[in-house]
T-cell receptor
Framework: AQKVTQAQTEISVVEKEDVTLDCVYETRDTTYYLFWYKQPPSGELVFLIRRNSFDEQNEISGRYSWNFQKSTSSFNFTITASQVVDSAVYFCALSEAGTALIFGKGTTLSVSS | DTAVSQTPKYLVTQMGNDKSIKCEQNLGHDTMYWYKQDSKKFLKIMFSYNNKELIINETVPNRFSPKSPDKAHLNLHINSLELGDSAVYFC???????????????FGEGSRLTVL
């Protein structure tokens, strides 16, 4: 069973639009961690955020914000006023006890000017 | 000074050959990993080592053999390369003391392997 689902394969927006990337996860553990990583066209993987299962506070970092909702097993990522430099593949990931990071299949975001 | 470095960055080889990818981290982390990213960008864990000991070994063909001479190095050797092995291989490290990722994974820049 897929543990991390990113239903949006590709999203295209125009600069300055807001965009939300969805992530739904599945786990039976009560303690787990959720992550978002960014992979720009250059190929490296860049850490964006980590959340543990006991901290449902939403987080904002500049134009980025994250909405963690245990009730719906979702950890969505919103980019406000998107820019061309935000174009990348974004991965949501889950960490459970005894496992390495399990990644979703990624969402490719294209921001055009 | 690169935190997690992999060599080579690009590798083109023929089917049937044996090749190695090296990885070194200077972060003092205890745990290192190999991930494979296929042509559809799917990232999948292959191996995880904690302090030179293998702790995660996903369903990977026996042709793939990781080797960790010390906790700062995790090399990946691949025997009898096949077309399907073409992918980008990422090395990573983390501070975690066990197999559970509670913290950030630091990734290398990836090694793109092309098998002809």
């Amino acid at each position: 069973a897929q543990k991390v689902t990113q239903a949006q394969t590709e999203i295209s927006v125009v600069e300055k639009e807001d965009v939300t990337l969805d992530c739904v996860y599945e786990t039976r553990d009560t303690t787990y961690y959720l992550f978002w990583y960014k992979q720009p066209p250059s190929g490296e993987l860049v850490f964006l955020i980590r959340r543990n299962s006991f901290d449902e506070q939403n987080e904002i970092s500049g134009r980025y914000s994250w909405n963690f909702q245990k009730s719906t097993s979702s950890f969505n990522f919103t980019i406000t006023a998107s820019q061309v430099v935000d174009s990348a593949v974004y991965f949501c990931a889950l960490s459970e006890a005894g496992t390495a990071l399990i990644f979703g299949k990624g969402t490719t975001l294209s921001v055009s000017s | 000074d690169t935190a997690v470095s992999q060599t080579p960055k690009y590798l083109v080889t023929q089917m049937g050959n044996d090749k190695s990818i090296k990885c070194e981290q200077n972060l003092g982390h205890d745990t290192m990993y190999w991930y494979k990213q296929d042509s559809k960008k799917f990232l999948k864990i292959m191996f995880s080592y904690n302090n030179k000991e293998l702790i995660i070994n996903e369903t990977v063909p026996n042709r793939f053999s990781p080797k960790s001479p010390d906790k700062a190095h995790l090399n990946l050797h691949i025997n009898s390369l096949e077309l399907g092995d073409s992918a980008v291989y990422f090395c990573a490290s983390s501070q975690d003391s066990n197999s559970w990722n509670t913290g950030e994974l630091f990734f290398g820049e990836g090694s793109r392997l092309t098998v002809l």
